[in-house]
């Protein structure tokens, strides 16, 4: 049971795919998250009616399944507009777009949660809006956020193993197709899934850490 | 404006089948939701229990759905369980994969849900005469549904959009599936998942829908 025809190669292969699965998820939390404060922002700021439209849109990424984001997206982009765009690239929009969606919910709860008094005073001590959210709101906001942010980090880095869809190998791809060909399926498994845990299991008790921390004060 | 013609007609035929596919993809997700909470509150009870052995397979099961992809744990009931000669059908490790996602989830929730509970009930529960697990049944348990029953509907529509992971393990009567083999025989790849995805936004804002409804109920006092 315990001898095993995986090979150095193979490994080699696993820690592409596992380095693919970082990147993606490294570049759309990124630009997610800006675009997600960017939403946030601007909905908190305009009041729920202007609000309404930028809602809906960013309410359809969190309503439908990923993969049909992802096929829905290829398929648009391909098919209908032809365009050579590489299944990285969407991937790594449709992620952009599905982290932006989630995070301008939290960023809205943390501007929310920074009291109306606060800042009631930062603009009569003189502050303009502008250096009211970079000085009052932004320092308080991302403590209450931060904790609910770093859970989403660690949901897109799941969720991104989806993007086999676009023709993306990423871990769990890379780990499908040596299932295939070496067909012991619960080591290659257990070995992607580990890749997983050991990521996401620390950052996530980090996580929990902070938010006890940071709410007791 | 695109050089590319929307055949919306040649998808919208395939409405009735699709629709068929979305009460399977329900099926799924209610059977997986009801499983989830009777396991997570057993895996509650484990923690609960003061007993090493409960409470470290508790952790596990919890720490482990919660720190891997859904699709790794539907490929794991999948194909992970062959290696021991177990093979599921495609339905049945979707729903296994579902369900084990959702009690690791769930039993977190309730555990967050527990520590607004004041230990004082438990204990004059206790004093009544009840013995530990009605106590729990009939003081805590209550209480504890009703404080995470929000995280419970967002559970209910992550579960909704969890079956799509179903057609990696060929998986092929439920909403994806249905829109996958269709894909294959008409190749309207847009225009179908266009529509698959609609419904999907449905099911998930009548769920929310009907969650605020009950909630409304619930939460009169």
């Keep these: ?217 | 404006m695109f050089s590319y013609t929307f055949q919306w007609n040649q998808a919208l035929a395939r409405l009735p089948q699709m629709l068929e596919g979305a009460l399977v993809t329900m099926q799924v997700a209610i059977m997986s939701m009801v499983l989830g909470i009777l396991i997570a509150i057993i895996l509650t009870g484990f923690r609960l229990s003061g007993n090493k052995f409960l409470n470290a397979v508790a952790v596990t099961w919890i720490e482990i759905a919660r720190n891997t992809p859904a699709l790794f744990q539907i490929y794991m009931a999948h194909f992970g369980v062959a290696s021991f000669g177990i093979h599921f059908s495609p339905f049945m490790s979707l729903l296994i994969g579902i369900t084990f996602n959702n009690a690791g989830y769930l039993s977190e929730n309730f555990r967050g849900a527990l520590k607004a509970i004041p230990e004082t009930q438990t204990r004059s529960a206790r004093s009544l005469g009840m013995p530990p697990i009605m106590a729990f049944r009939t003081v805590v348990l209550p209480q504890m549904l009703r404080i995470s029953f929000l995280p419970m509907t967002n559970q209910m529509v992550w579960a909704v959009l969890m079956t799509s992971l179903g057609v990696t393990v060929s998986m092929n009567a439920d909403l994806y599936g249905v829109t996958q083999d269709l894909n294959a025989l008409t190749f309207r790849t847009f225009e179908l998942f266009a529509i698959a995805g609609v419904i999907f936004y449905i099911i998930v804002k009548v769920i929310n829908l009907g969650a605020r409804l009950i909630a409304a109920r619930l939460f009169r006092y």
């Design chain 1, 1 to 217: 049971m315990f001898d095993t025809s995986i090979s150095v190669n193979d490994l080699l292969f696993l820690a592409q795919g596992a380095w693919i699965t970082i990147l993606v998820t490294a570049i759309s939390v990124f630009l997610g998250t800006l675009l997600g404060i960017f939403f946030g922002v601007l909905r908190y700021q305009v009041g729920p009616w202007w609000a309404a439209p930028i809602t809906f849109v960013l309410d359809i990424f969190r309503s439908i399944p990923l993969l049909i984001q992802l096929v829905l997206v290829n398929a648009f982009v391909g098919i209908v507009l032809r365009l050579q765009i590489s299944g990285f690239t969407v991937a790594c929009g449709v992620l952009t777009f599905y982290t932006a969606a989630y995070c301008a919910e939290i960023v809205r709860g943390g501007i929310e949660a920074v009291p109306a008094t606060t800042r009631r005073a930062a603009r009569s001590l003189g502050l303009n809006w502008f250096q009211d959210m970079r000085y009052i709101v932004a320092p308080l906001a991302t403590r209450v956020a931060l904790p609910s942010w770093i859970g989403l980090a660690l949901g897109v880095m799941k969720d991104s193993a989806l993007v086999y869809v676009v023709q993306v190998t990423e871990l769990l791809k890379s780990t499908q197709i040596l299932i295939t060909r070496l067909q012991e399926p619960l080591l290659l498994l257990t070995i992607g899934g580990l890749f997983y845990f050991v990521i996401s299991f620390p950052i996530a008790r980090l996580g929990g850490y902070l938010e006890k921390r940071w709410s007791n004060d």
